[in-house]
C-alpha cells in the first residue's frame, strides 16, 4: 500500500478571501461554498492569513468582561485582558484582515497524511494550507483526512 500525501487528498480549486473584504462577504462566501474556512490572500497571492467559521462566529458572540478587584486607585483583571481586547476587536470587526488568524500553519504537498493529522490536531486548525515554493496550491480540511481514511 502507498502512502498517502496532502498532494493525494488535498482541494486545489481553492475558494480564497481579500483582507478588504467584509466580514459580511466572507461569510456568504463560506456558506455558499459549503466550506468551514478560507485562506486571506494579498493581491499577489501571498498568503496573509486564515478565515474560519470560529472567527466569524464571535461576531456574535456575548462578550464577558474580564473580573477585577479595586484595590487603591487600581485595578487589578483576574481573566486575560489581551484575549478580551482581541475578542472586543474581531467582534466589532467589518474587515476580513481584522477577524483573520496571521500566524497561519501550512505544510507542503509531500507530507504524510499522518503528519498533515498530527499538525492540525496539535495546531487545532480546521483547514490546513498546503504550500510549494511559497505559493498556496491547495488545502486540506479535516473532512478530507476523514473522507482518505474510506480509500481502499
Known sequence: MTEILARDIMTTEIVTLGPEQTVTEAAKILS??????APVLDNG???????????????????HFPHYIQFLDSY????????FESTLKKA???????????????????A?????ATLMVRQNVHLLPIMKDSHLVGVV?????????GRD
Do not use: F, W
Not at 32 to 37: A, K, Q, V
Not at 46 to 62: A, F, H, M, P, T
Not at 112 to 116: F, G, L, P, Q, T
Open 32 to 37: 455558499e461554498h459549503h466550506i468551514s474556512g
Open 45 to 63: 497571492g501571498n498568503l496573509l492569513g486564515i478565515v474560519s467559521e470560529n472567527d466569524l462566529i464571535i461576531q456574535d458572540v456575548k462578550l
Open 76 to 83: 487589578i483583571y483576574l481573566g486575560s485582558l489581551a484575549k
Open 92 to 110: 466589532v470587526a467589518a474587515k476580513v484582515k481584522e477577524i483573520m488568524t496571521p500566524d497561519v500553519t501550512t505544510t507542503v504537498p509531500e
Open 112 to 116: 504524510s497524511i499522518e503528519d498533515v
Open 141 to 149: 480540511s479535516k473532512g478530507d483526512i476523514v473522507r482518505s481514511l
